[in-house]
């Protein structure tokens, strides 16, 4: 077996590091052989799954896994009026955006509904969010006339070249660009008395100054509202507006990635910029918005897209076709008619409050943070000087795995445990969450630790 290692995931799979049955170790040798040795598998022992139902996820002997981790499938796994959408519309036409047809434009009209109080006037679709930061980056730099960039220090905005070189989470071997600037992510449970909305600014303004200093336009400020892989961090609500001022007076724009925060997630609005008072320039859109069917986008001003439309041509083949297009529609029909942003809201609080009473038995949990179907959960080994306990949570996210519950890590110290659940998780499998924890954590404190 091949599969590279990536020191870089607290759930990630090392070859020799478990002993894995014989249909499993396979089963991974046929995919090293098949996919080659970029591609990575998550937890120590790798997950075999054949089929997805709500919340669940099912192995092939029929193990059934809560995923409290992929917002893909923000409505759950197969969602029926998603599936039923996808399926009459595949069976009628699935062609491109070179021909008319009404979907592409319903679901415009939908989307920009959702935000009256801002410019937003277009609709560009793509069929993944790093293609969707790629198109809103290239806008920026036509706009602005400028190339730099301003992103957060563990933020992750995509996997193409030009936005990997603005995403520092990805690890030290893929290199930032000389236009990028890194600024600290408010990480309010760190920051003591300080006023990190104010701080935030004070960053923002500095990286403005130093691309300046050095003979680079700055293009835009492109941040994740609820800043997920810097370890979710959504207070103090407005924290952005001033950072977002600062960009604008310097000539650049405000991209807003609601890839991550986005489609009902914060329990509060449809979009996570919403509850920072902010106007972006361009929304850009991703994993939650088709339920698992491969469409993305971007919501941009006429203003912002006025000479990027003129000059140039943009055409993506299955950006936009009446297939995604329908599963979109799906998607928003669902979050309306399930109530689904306040659904979030009410289980989400259940969620956050129940893992944070857990704080009172295990010292280890720092800060219990999130809104919304979005709970960030900083595991320390020392609450008086919050050290970041990396190990301790590679072995509760492992553990968990084993237990039946699947979640993640994320923040600069990989100590962060990142539960993500799809907006359907209810209220009993909210409970189930909190309880294996409680049982993963008591467990990785009374085992020895794995070197």
């Not at 992103?151 to 070189?165: N, S």
């Not at 660009?177 to 004070?202: I, K, N, S």
């Not at 990989?414 to 049982?439: F, M, S, W, Y």
Request: hydrophobic share 45%.
């Amino acid at each position: 077996m091949n599969s590279t290692p990536d020191l870089n995931m607290v759930n990630a799979y090392i070859p020799g590091r478990v002993k894995l049955n014989a249909a499993t170790a396979a089963l991974i040798e046929r995919r090293d052989a098949l996919l080659g040795p970029a591609y990575r598998l998550m937890y120590e022992h790798p997950l075999h799954i054949v089929r997805g139902e709500g919340a669940w996820l099912i192995d092939p002997e029929g193990r059934r896994y809560l995923d409290a981790y992929n917002n893909v499938a923000s409505l759950g796994h197969c969602h029926p009026t998603v599936t039923e959408a996808i399926c009459r519309q595949v069976q009628t036409l699935a062609t491109n955006t070179r021909y008319l047809h009404d979907t592409i434009l319903e679901l415009a009209e939908r989307l920009l509904a959702t935000v009256p109080e801002t410019e937003l006037a277009h609709l560009m679709l793509t069929c993944t969010g790093s293609e969707a930061n790629d198109v809103a980056y290239r806008i920026a730099q036509v706009r602005t006339g400028g190339t730099g960039v301003i992103v957060t220090e563990t933020a992750y905005h995509g996997f193409t070249d030009a936005v990997a070189k603005f995403s520092p989470s990805l690890g030290a071997t893929v290199d930032l660009g000389a236009h990028v600037r890194l600024v600290p992510a408010p990480r309010a449970y760190h920051a003591g008395a300080v006023d990190v909305a104010e701080r935030f600014t004070r960053d923002v303004e500095a990286a403005i100054r130093d691309l300046q200093r050095h003979g680079i336009k700055p293009a835009a400020l492109i941040v994740d509202s609820i800043f997920t892989s810097d370890g979710i961090l959504p207070e103090p609500a407005g924290l952005l507006k001033g950072a977002v001022e600062a960009i604008k007076r310097a000539g650049g724009i405000f991209i807003a990635d609601e890839v991550q925060p986005g489609f009902g997630r914060t329990g509060e609005h449809l979009w996570g910029f919403q509850r920072h008072g902010v106007i972006p320039d361009i929304v850009t859109l991703g994993k939650p918005m088709g339920n698992g069917q491969p469409v993305a986008g971007l919501l941009a001003t006429a203003d912002v897209l006025a000479e990027f439309g003129r000059n140039s041509r943009y055409f993506n083949t299955f950006g936009g076709n009446n297939v995604s297009c329908a599963a979109a529609l799906a998607v928003l029909d669902t979050i309306e008619k399930e109530r689904l942003v306040q659904h979030a809201a009410e289980v989400g609080t259940l969620l956050r409050e129940g893992i944070a009473a857990l704080a009172h038995r295990h010292a280890a949990i720092g800060d219990v943070r999130g809104v919304g179907m979005f709970v960030g959960v900083e595991l320390v080994s020392d609450r008086l000087t919050r050290e970041p306990d990396r190990a301790l949570t590679t072995r509760v996210v492992n553990l968990m795995r084993d237990k039946g519950v699947l979640l993640s890590g994320c923040a600069m110290g990989h100590n962060v445990l990142k539960i993500r659940p799809p907006l359907v998780l209810t209220a009993e499998q909210a409970g189930l969450v909190i309880e294996t924890l409680d049982a993963a954590l008591t467990e990785a404190h009374s085992a020895v630790p794995r070197v």
